[in-house]
């Protein structure tokens, strides 16, 4: 039998540059310049400077006037474009506008990318005053609502294939089990929002058809204060959306 052969064989030096490069301006809230992103890459400015060039001809970061790049929104427009996530998005949205109508509250569906979760789309609140969440953005999935519901019905099997539970120490790993076992006993998640104290999140599965393995998670995020005034009603809400929206997938 002929040995398979090492991926790690294959270099790409240019390839592994530019994903340098966009990993890197992807942590960074503010552009960074050549020598900076230098820097960040551990490279010379001589050895990145051809690729910065490429990667803004071909639309994937921006040059400022003060010589600063950033990223631009082509990475996330062409995930959006991807056959199964444009499918989700387009067929899970009628339900996530109908659960906005209803109770006023904004809505927004997830998906485990690595060690993130991200916000894929979001139908806003249409009450006076609601709290919204940026499509696009990526949040530590262990951190947020809609990452444990996600990771709490990753089979034992899979967890050293999944980066956000692989690359947790033990002792972390095992404090969310319980959580994650209470996850799956009551079909939902709910807690104060991690980064907003104000807010409290709520979070139901999303499944591949009507009793299909956990895929994505359906979210909303609404004013603490008013918890016990509207959360029940607002999980029945939830349940009901994310149940149609696995049966249209």
Do not use: W
């Amino acid at each position: 039998m002929p040995k398979k052969k090492s991926l790690v064989a294959y270099k790409a030096p240019a390839l592994e540059k530019g994903l340098d490069i966009l990993e890197a301006l992807s942590h960074r809230a503010a552009p960074a310049n050549l020598t900076e992103i230098a820097r960040l890459c551990k490279r010379s400015v001589s050895e990145i400077q051809r690729m910065v060039n490429c990667l803004q001809l071909r639309g994937y970061i921006l040059r400022d006037e003060q010589g600063g790049y950033s990223l631009s929104s082509k990475m996330f427009v062409l995930s959006a474009e991807y056959p199964p996530l444009r499918l989700l998005a387009q067929r899970a949205m009628p339900h996530m506008h109908k659960f906005s109508h209803e109770t006023f509250e904004s809505v927004h569906i997830s998906r485990l990318e690595g060690n993130n979760i991200l916000v894929m789309n979001e139908s806003t609140g249409y009450g006076l005053a609601v709290i919204s969440i940026r499509p696009g953005v990526g949040h530590a999935a262990v951190d947020t609502v809609s990452g444990r519901i996600i990771l709490a019905h990753i089979k034992p099997e899979d967890v050293a294939a999944t980066p956000a539970l692989a690359n947790l120490n033990a002792p972390r790993l095992a404090e969310l089990q319980p959580v994650f076992e209470t996850i799956r006993r009551d079909g939902f998640h709910q807690v104060e929002n991690y980064m907003n104290p104000e807010g409290t999140d709520l979070g139901v599965p999303i499944r591949a058809g009507e009793n299909g393995p956990v895929f994505a998670s359906l979210t909303t995020t609404f004013f603490t204060r008013r918890a016990q005034e509207i959360g029940p009603k607002l999980r029945r809400s939830l349940e009901e959306a994310a149940l149609a929206i696995s049966r249209d997938i």
